[in-house]
């Protein structure tokens, strides 16, 4: 059996094993975005102080979350590849870095949004929107070192060793962050969610969560099979793929 | 260049001689072109002068807004002074040299490190307060200002040396350096510019500083490693 766990470490076998279970993910994705959506946006009722404003959270909270969690499943590939020197998890971590800046850019966007109607601002200094902020900035500090590298075995190392500091910093620029704000800004502005949650919005998010999740996983299957026929092109397998025949 | 070193390659204990070569031969090197490092010292004077002229000469907001410009012009001055670590060694071969010695990489890299706050963030520690008198800032703030620069820049010398080996020789590596460096020093930027406001408005500094030593600890530990290794995907 143990042989079996190192199996798909390797693109020739992960390859058709990343295409059937795209099909999975995505259509889950695609069930539970529709589930989510019915339940926040009809099931759901009106809140009694954000009134309808407050719907944004079922799309906002969904990709604050993925946005953190996919910075630190980069870094955990990053040091796979760095620790066993494997290729895959190189292109795992090339994978996610875009879907995560575009989960971190979401976050943003929609928060600035639901910003606007409840706190009258589209942007404050608040230590998560801040630190949500530099995140966005480490993502694509990331993404545009892989893309001035040239070799592509470099920009594998390169990115692991910035997205494991990264990964160390992050902690570090949040609380620092979280501390320069309460030191300055008082209570003007209070990101503080109201813990009385209804029940029906909290399983709206969840559900919309897991959405975000298997959409996640779909993007970063697909996106590194594209990585692996790019870089294994001069592979015999790669040659003999029907999609690279037909293309 | 390695070959000047005096040591038996077989001995284990070589981290403490090889850190004391680089230390002295960047020092060196850097003392031998002193315009390069006259130049950086102005930038700094430069920039902490503009804001004046961009905002007002009122007292009451210059020493309000002048904690944060003396840091974020010493994040500057630290990020343009950050190529010349590693990039004339990389050109001329030397860097190479460094990582075939049998001696430790880290303690090479961690000396270059050191070599490089002596020659650029120790000069900007002593002119900082010189340049905070012109935010009418009282003295009691300029000597912490002063003492949270030189617990604040090595930490920008050490997380920088990780961006510039990571960018050698790459296009258009100065803007990369600084995207890629200038996320990872805000909490350098909020610590040190709040130790120096605390102090202003006699809060009192200890808190941020402590903060900042331990900062600075951190980065002692892991930084060089982390360079070390950037250095050697580099030349991989």
């Known amino acids: ?247 | 260049m390695a070959a000047a070193l005096a040591i038996a390659p077989d001995r284990t204990d070589t981290a403490w001689p090889a850190l004391r070569w680089a230390v002295a031969r960047d020092v060196k090197l850097a003392l031998r072109s002193r315009a390069e490092l006259g130049v950086q010292l102005l930038f700094y004077v430069v920039v902490a002068s503009l804001f004046p002229l961009a905002t007002t000469p009122e007292r009451s907001t210059l020493t309000l807004i002048g904690p944060g410009v003396l840091w974020v012009a010493a994040l500057l001055a630290s990020l343009l002074s950050l190529p010349r670590l590693f990039a004339a060694d990389h050109a001329d071969g030397t860097l190479e040299q460094i990582v075939l010695s049998p001696y430790p990489l880290v303690a090479l890299v961690g000396g270059k490190i050191v070599a490089h706050w002596i020659t650029t963030g120790l000069p900007l520690v002593i002119i900082a307060p010189l340049v905070g008198l012109q935010y009418a800032l009282d003295e009691e703030t300029l000597s912490v200002l002063a003492f949270a620069l030189l617990i604040g820049t090595p930490i920008l010398s050490l997380l920088g040396a990780i961006g510039a080996a990571l960018t050698l020789g790459l296009r258009s590596s100065g803007s990369l350096l600084a995207l890629l460096i200038l996320p990872l020093y805000v909490p350098v930027l909020v610590f040190g510019a709040g130790a120096v406001e605390a102090a202003r408005t006699g809060v009192g500094a200890s808190a941020h500083l402590s903060l900042l030593g331990a900062g600075l600890l951190i980065a002692c530990v892991g930084a060089p490693f982390a360079a070390a290794a950037a250095v050697r995907i580099a030349l991989d």
């Open chain 1, 1 to 247: 059996m143990a042989t079996s766990w190192f199996r798909y470490s390797s693109p020739a076998s992960f390859y058709p094993l990343a295409g059937r279970m795209i099909r999975w993910f995505a259509a889950a994705a695609a069930l539970l975005a529709v589930a989510g959506l019915v339940i926040g946006l009809v099931v759901a009722p009106t809140d009694a102080t954000q009134s309808d404003a407050y719907r944004i959270i079922f799309i906002h909270v969904p990709a604050a979350w993925m946005s953190m969690f996919l910075y630190v499943v980069m870094a955990a590939w990053s040091a796979a590849a760095l620790g066993f020197n494997t290729r895959l998890s190189a292109m795992m971590a090339q994978a996610i870095a875009p879907t995560g800046a575009l989960m971190t850019f979401i976050a943003l966007w929609t928060g600035a949004f639901w910003g606007r109607p409840t706190w009258g601002t589209y942007w404050a200094w608040d230590a998560r929107m801040t630190s949500e902020l530099i995140l966005l900035f480490l993502y694509l500090g990331i993404i545009a070192l892989r893309n001035a590298i040239d070799e592509p075995r470099r920009a594998d190392k390169a990115c692991a060793v910035l997205a494991l500091t990264g990964v160390v910093n992050v902690p570090i620029i949040y609380f620092s962050v979280y501390w320069w704000n309460t030191l300055h800004q008082g209570s003007s502005v209070s990101v503080t969610r109201a813990p009385s949650m209804a029940a029906i919005m909290l399983a709206g998010m969840l559900v919309m969560a897991l959405a975000a999740w298997f959409y996640a996983i779909a993007v970063i299957l697909a996106r590194v099979r594209i990585i692996i026929v790019e870089r294994e092109r001069g592979a015999s397998w790669v040659a003999s793929l029907r999609e690279v025949r037909h293309a």
